[in-house]
């Protein structure tokens, strides 16, 4: 096994791209303010002084520009990684990611590919209001053709970008931006996680919590109190949203027959809609109760902590979830 | 039509303002940055959340350009939208009070500094997307028209927004439809790390104007009578059917791009040398030249403006928190259709009473 | 009751406007091509003669500035309605319509609002490819703020359209492009069919079958020779796919226990998803099968007809898919 | 910079053409025109689904243009694409194939007329959403760049696509990263039953390169030498490094808007006078003229083209249809990481052997 190092997931990111510039020369990343700074966030810091400002620059404000010349670039052979400085100015760029990207190797018969990764930071809990703290995934897993990444720690944040950025598709990449400081271990080197892939984070009996990102933190820390209060959970963390791990997924949910599905999004429509689909479809039989959403409201998000708060996923509401859902047998919609 | 400098020479004409309404602006640009500066102590003790742009060192251009516009009129503003709102009359109280997300704020602390609105002040909102308000700016002038009102829009962006489509989309539908849009370009010259010259591919975003047949002025952002007599020629040519304009107020921020991201990149003699170009200042000394106002004048608008801010800061700290409850308000209007409503431009476009007092109680303007 | 005419889709739809433009001087409606030749539809045909170039005008290609426009002239108390030449189009839109038409009001505290309509033509079928074939509606869906239309029959276009327009909010109104030209009897004059309100068109005992705009009418065909064959579907007809009339269905599912849910979007995260969940969250015990989705392939829609066939939804496999379901008691996942 | 007529005049030069080039041209032409009027017609029968957007009137802006090419630039094309398709050296058979969905079309059937792309040609797709081909157009040139070639980006886009918000965001970015992309709109006047003076709030769209600090060009769409020549220059600025060139090729199409939007809003007399320039007849009378082809000799080029779209539409039309399970094939690219793969600018950075066929075919172009 490779060496561990503690890093943030910043840092892990930026371990990854300046491993994969290294060994890849036909890479390189833009976007707006992420050259001379580094970016807001620090994820492409030393990449410009390394790799120079052919493969490293900063864009103007235009992130229709910025998605479409990623398009460019990746069908010429070039492996471009875009950031998009907020997650939610993805609304910009979505014609050039859905109607083209996802589509061109299809509409060409196979012809072209696509081979880009779109990043960013995404969430709330900060207090930047309904513009800036959207969990807009489920938009993108609604596409054929796109493929679609939310690591929760530093070693996964590494890992999915190293293979996000090889993966011969049109990646979108979300970073949780509170996660951005947290810390944990990190091989050194070559890590690869294989995007598809979820992660059984602790097995349990009494009821499978499917989580990603900010939640499967949340769902960590739900599943040690809960372990307390003698409830038995087994955590399950998505990592790859698309194409999403069934199996993993399905072979849980047989054992434990009660599901906690979390998501950061807008409740209706959202990721846990497709998660409860899924599982209706593939495990109907061994559901023992109603799978129930956690996921943010269905309301923007507003400014004020007191009113942020309740509009998001939290662990005392997956708590709460947990709780009712093996408690009780009527259905539970947790809000 | 395209000049690459100043346009509107200081010449005498019926613009110019009074000598109250010269004191006025003096004392607006100070109420802004009092403002701000209030703003970015209460950030540094945490009461202010996530971030919030000041507008410090560019008074000038959100005063001498509200100050050309009627009450009636509409703005449009940006993630840098402090000074718009104070420029267009809204009270630094309930601003203040939702910068900090309270109940008493303009938006009961939902929108907090990105998007401080007003519609009884026509103050159609800031904006946390950079571009976002500029057709939303030309919708307005469209709304305005279908109305039978004579309102013109003032539409603030940056440098930095100079290069979302969405300006470009704006300008030429403005231009075709010859609709009364003041596109006004605050050029700081950065857009958060970013030096316009890197990004902006010509040296004045008022060239662009030609590509859209729309007059493009350079103006002195620093000077709020330059600002104040282009933006007042601008709306006399929106009113008189004659189109849009596009104006480029050359300024600069002093503090950097946020209270969030702090991270300073800009060279200390150019930000110096912007700082002795103080608008605040600037102002000062015209006024005292004129003999419009004695120093002593000067620091009584400024104790004033001063009171005025710890007054609000007072209001603001003061006021609750908003109900839990309001987290689900507000994401809908209330739908229930009367069939029988409305014929000709009555009264209650707005009929759903419950749902417009603040609208109401601005007479003639949004809402009617 | 009022006098009933038979007219088509399109000429419903411009019933409407005609009405709501006489009633209302506020109203406004712009977009491609929608001026002088009626649009490509004829939905907005005798506008401009009627009403003047101030209220009917075509604008520039320009979805981006034709959305926000919308939203501009509604804030200050227009009633804008605009065009989106094909709803494909809508990704250039985005952000204006989630970021600002959905949020304003929000963001606001209550104080703007934006009583506005983006409508067009939606869906496949006609060989047109994977950028002018998606129906997108679920991206829309997943949005608070915003209300989704999509109606099926003459009348229900005419009334939909009606309501849409006095409504308060933004309204997404799909209208599904091979329904332009089907007739029906439609009510003269004041005809409103009121947000929010599914209509059950056929009321059975065996299975029930959610559908909306195109799937409605397949499902009427289905229902028709599945009852040849002995079994009863209840066809409910959704016609608003937000807010989502939870009564109506979940009153049908807790009479006949099973239930198929068909939307020509694509079937991952999409809007069959969200049916799904809502009734597992709200009926779970009278649940007697698995819920199956019928919905459009994950894949671009493919332009040589036998292809295009293959992705989307039809009265064969919606037959298909309620034999399966009545029959069988295995999961059954229909494609 | 900017010129409101011609401005590569047609001056002795390296670029011009050969007589045999120059025969090509008009070979070209042909095969375009010929070509479009089969695929009316196999519109007609119901044979072509959907719709076809057809470029008669407008062949020598493709021709000229992509003749000016090497093999290895690109094109990124639009919605009324065939032409610059034909242009670019694609094969009328499997286009028309792809036209009329058999899976011996360069797409297996599954694009169609507008997703026409044929990845050896360099040609990366006529595309369908108006406007969307121009920041690909700007990430192809970014793309060789990174891998050290010196190829150039041909990228075409309408009067109507002129007010498209992405537009302006391409020629932005391609101006400040100075990249080889050759900016050329067709302007044929309408945009669907638009005319361009309604939404074009310029009478040129060349004009709007100096808002961008781009050179902006008129040029005569009908003279397919003097396109040859525009686009020669723009390209070998590319390649020196003096960044994009923005040209506006006056044109016209002789049909409606497309097979589907049949409606005929243009005066009768605007396209008679148009068809008064015909573009073949242009370049047919210069060749007699100037003693570079008799009569026969046309008539020979024309035959021969003839005899080449019948040999196609006889290759499409026995074709067999795709097979039904491609209908879920191509969705994604086979993802096998190879973790120890590539380092350098090495053979395999198309490794995945079995998804790189069409790519692998095109030495030195796609796929380095
Ligand atoms: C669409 C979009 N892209 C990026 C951002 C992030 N952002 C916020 S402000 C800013 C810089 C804006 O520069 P400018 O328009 O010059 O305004 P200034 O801050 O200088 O007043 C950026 C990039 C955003 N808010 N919206
Ligand atoms: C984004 C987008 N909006 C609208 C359309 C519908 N549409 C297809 S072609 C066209 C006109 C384009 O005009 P122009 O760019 O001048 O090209 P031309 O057809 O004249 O070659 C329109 C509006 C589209 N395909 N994409
Ligand atoms: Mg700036
Ligand atoms: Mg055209």
Same mark, same amino acid.
Request: proline share 4%; charged share 20%.
């Given at each position: 096994?490779?060496?561990?190092? @503690?890093?943030?997931?910043?840092?892990?990111?930026?371990?990854?791209?300046?491993?994969?510039?290294?060994?890849?020369?036909?890479?390189?990343?833009?976007?707006?303010?992420?050259?001379?700074?580094?970016?807001?966030?620090?994820?492409?810091?030393?990449?410009?002084?390394?790799?120079? /400002?052919?493969?490293?620059?900063?864009?103007?404000?235009?992130?229709?520009?910025?998605?479409?010349?990623?398009?460019?670039?990746?069908?010429?052979?070039?492996?471009?990684?875009?950031?998009?400085?907020?997650?939610?100015?993805?609304?910009?760029?979505?014609?050039?990611?859905?109607?083209?990207?996802?589509?061109?190797?299809?509409?060409?018969?196979?012809?072209?590919?696509?081979?880009?990764?779109?990043?960013?930071?995404?969430?709330?809990?900060?207090?930047?209001?309904?513009?800036?703290?959207?969990?807009?995934?489920?938009?993108?897993?609604?596409?054929?053709?796109?493929?679609?990444?939310?690591?929760?720690?530093?070693?996964?944040?590494?890992?999915?970008?190293? @293979?996000?950025?090889?993966?011969?598709?049109?990646?979108?990449?979300?970073?949780?931006?509170?996660?951005?400081?947290?810390?944990?271990?990190?091989?050194?080197?070559?890590?690869?996680?294989?995007?598809?892939?979820?992660?059984?984070?602790?097995?349990?009996?009494?009821?499978?919590?499917? $989580?990603?990102?900010? @939640?499967?933190?949340?769902?960590?820390?739900?599943?040690?109190?809960?372990?307390?209060?003698?409830?038995?959970?087994?955590?399950?963390?998505?990592?790859?949203?698309?194409?999403?791990?069934?199996?993993?997924?399905?072979?849980?949910?047989?054992?434990?027959?009660?599901?906690?599905?979390?998501?950061?999004?807008?409740?209706?429509?959202?990721?846990?809609?497709?998660?409860?689909?899924?599982?209706?479809?593939?495990?109907?039989?061994?559901?023992?109760?109603?799978?129930?959403?956690?996921?943010?409201?269905?309301?923007?998000?507003?400014?004020?902590?007191?009113?942020?708060?309740?509009?998001?996923?939290?662990?005392?509401?997956?708590?709460?979830?947990?709780?009712?859902?093996?408690?009780?047998?009527?259905?539970?919609?947790?809000? | 039509?395209?000049?690459?400098?100043?346009?509107?020479?200081?010449?005498?004409?019926?613009?110019?303002?009074?000598?109250?309404?010269?004191?006025?602006?003096?004392?607006?640009?100070?109420?802004?940055?009092?403002?701000?500066?209030?703003?970015?102590?209460?950030?540094?003790?945490?009461?202010?959340?996530?971030?919030?742009?000041?507008?410090?060192?560019?008074?000038?251009?959100?005063?001498?350009?509200?100050?050309?516009?009627?009450?009636?009129?509409?703005?449009?503003?940006?993630?840098?939208?402090?000074?718009?709102?104070?420029?267009?009359?809204?009270?630094?109280?309930?601003?203040?009070?939702?910068?900090?997300?309270?109940?008493?704020?303009?938006?009961?602390?939902?929108?907090?500094?990105?998007?401080?609105?007003?519609?009884?002040?026509?103050?159609?909102?800031?904006?946390?997307?950079?571009?976002?308000?500029?057709?939303?700016?030309?919708?307005?002038?469209?709304?305005?028209?279908?109305?039978?009102?004579?309102?013109?829009?003032?539409?603030?962006?940056?440098?930095?927004?100079?290069?979302?489509?969405?300006?470009?989309?704006?300008?030429?539908?403005?231009?075709?439809?010859?609709?009364?849009?003041?596109?006004?370009?605050?050029?700081?010259?950065?857009?958060?790390?970013? /030096?316009?010259?890197?990004?902006? @591919?010509?040296?004045?975003? $008022?060239?662009?104007?030609? $590509?859209?047949?729309?007059?493009?002025?350079?103006?002195?952002?620093?000077?709020?009578?330059?600002?104040?007599?282009?933006?007042?020629?601008?709306?006399?040519?929106?009113?008189?059917?004659?189109?849009?304009?596009?104006?480029?107020?050359?300024?600069?921020?002093?503090?950097?791009?946020?209270?969030?991201?702090?991270?300073?990149?800009?060279?200390?003699?150019?930000?110096?040398?912007?700082?002795?170009?103080?608008?605040?200042?600037?102002?000062?000394?015209?006024?005292?030249?004129?003999?419009?106002?004695?120093?002593?004048?000067? $620091?009584?608008?400024?104790?004033?403006?001063?009171?005025?801010?710890?007054?609000?800061?007072?209001?603001?700290?003061?006021?609750?928190?908003?109900?839990?409850?309001?987290?689900?308000?507000?994401?809908?209007?209330?739908?229930?259709?009367?069939?029988?409503?409305?014929?000709?431009?009555?009264?209650?476009?707005?009929?759903?009473?419950?749902?417009?007092?603040?609208?109401?109680?601005?007479?003639?303007?949004?809402?009617?």
């Amino acid at each position: 096994m490779s060496q561990m190092r @503690s890093l943030t997931v910043a840092e892990a990111l930026n371990e990854a791209l300046h491993e994969e510039f290294e060994r890849d020369p036909r890479t390189l990343v833009f976007g707006e303010d992420i050259a001379d700074t580094g970016g807001l966030f620090g994820v492409t810091r030393g990449l410009l002084d390394r790799f120079g /400002p052919r493969r490293v620059f900063g864009t103007p404000i235009s992130e229709q520009a910025i998605a479409g010349a990623a398009v460019g670039a990746a069908l010429v052979g070039a492996r471009p990684i875009a950031e998009i400085q907020i997650m939610d100015f993805l609304t910009l760029a979505m014609d050039q990611i859905v109607n083209h990207a996802a589509k061109l190797r299809y509409m060409t018969g196979g012809q072209l590919r696509v081979p880009l990764v779109i990043r960013g930071p995404v969430g709330a809990g900060v207090g930047l209001a309904a513009q800036h703290s959207q969990s807009l995934e489920a938009w993108f897993v609604h596409i054929p053709g796109l493929k679609v990444v939310m690591p929760s720690t530093p070693a996964d944040a590494k890992g999915l970008l190293k @293979s996000a950025i090889r993966d011969p598709n049109p990646v979108i990449f979300f970073e949780k931006r509170v996660l951005y400081a947290i810390r944990g271990d990190v091989p050194t080197g070559e890590h690869l996680v294989p995007l598809g892939k979820a992660e059984v984070c602790r097995t349990g009996r009494d009821v499978t919590l499917l $989580a990603s990102g900010l @939640s499967a933190h949340y769902g960590r820390d739900a599943a040690q109190k809960l372990a307390e209060q003698g409830i038995d959970v087994e955590l399950i963390d998505l990592r790859t949203l698309k194409p999403l791990d069934v199996d993993t997924i399905v072979a849980s949910v047989r054992k434990t027959g009660r599901v906690i599905v979390a998501n950061d999004g807008y409740r209706t429509c959202g990721f846990a809609a497709e998660l409860v689909s899924t599982l209706v479809e593939e495990a109907f039989d061994y559901l023992d109760a109603p799978i129930v959403r956690v996921a943010g409201a269905d309301a923007p998000i507003p400014y004020a902590q007191n009113l942020e708060a309740e509009v998001l996923v939290t662990t005392d509401k997956l708590i709460r979830a947990v709780r009712e859902l093996v408690g009780a047998s009527a259905p539970a919609a947790v809000r | 039509m395209m000049s690459d400098s100043l346009l509107f020479a200081h010449s005498a004409d019926s613009v110019a303002p009074s000598a109250e309404q010269l004191r006025g602006l003096y004392a607006t640009m100070w109420r802004i940055r009092l403002f701000e500066q209030q703003v970015l102590e209460l950030f540094s003790s945490g009461t202010v959340r996530g971030t919030a742009h000041l507008y410090v060192g560019e008074e000038a251009v959100a005063t001498g350009a509200c100050a050309a516009l009627r009450s009636t009129d509409y703005v449009t503003s940006t993630h840098r939208g402090h000074g718009h709102a104070l420029a267009k009359g809204l009270e630094p109280g309930p601003m203040l009070a939702e910068i900090i997300g309270r109940a008493t704020g303009y938006c009961k602390g939902k929108g907090g500094s990105m998007h401080v609105a007003s519609a009884k002040h026509g103050m159609l909102g800031a904006d946390g997307i950079v571009g976002g308000g500029t057709p939303i700016a030309v919708g307005a002038a469209l709304g305005a028209q279908i109305l039978g009102r004579d309102d013109v829009v003032l539409c603030f962006f940056g440098d930095g927004a100079s290069n979302q489509g969405v300006l470009f989309e704006s300008l030429n539908l403005a231009s075709v439809r010859r609709l009364p849009v003041i596109f006004l370009c605050e050029n700081n010259l950065w857009a958060l790390t970013t /030096p316009a010259r890197t990004s902006l @591919s010509v040296p004045d975003v $008022a060239t662009r104007g030609q $590509a859209f047949n729309i007059p493009g002025f350079v103006v002195d952002g620093q000077d709020v009578l330059a600002v104040h007599e282009a933006v007042s020629h601008a709306a006399e040519r929106g009113r008189a059917g004659e189109g849009p304009t596009l104006l480029e107020c050359k300024t600069y921020r002093y503090h950097s791009h946020s209270a969030f991201a702090t991270r300073e990149v800009r060279a200390a003699e150019e930000i110096a040398h912007w700082k002795a170009r103080d608008p605040i200042s600037l102002l000062g000394g015209q006024l005292r030249r004129l003999g419009i106002a004695t120093e002593a004048d000067l $620091a009584a608008i400024q104790a004033q403006e001063e009171q005025r801010i710890r007054d609000a800061v007072e209001f603001a700290l003061h006021s609750p928190l908003p109900d839990v409850a309001e987290a689900f308000t507000d994401v809908l209007a209330d739908a229930t259709v009367s069939p029988s409503s409305i014929r000709g431009e009555g009264g209650e476009a707005w009929s759903h009473a419950a749902q417009s007092e603040s609208l109401s109680e601005r007479a003639g303007g949004i809402g009617r």
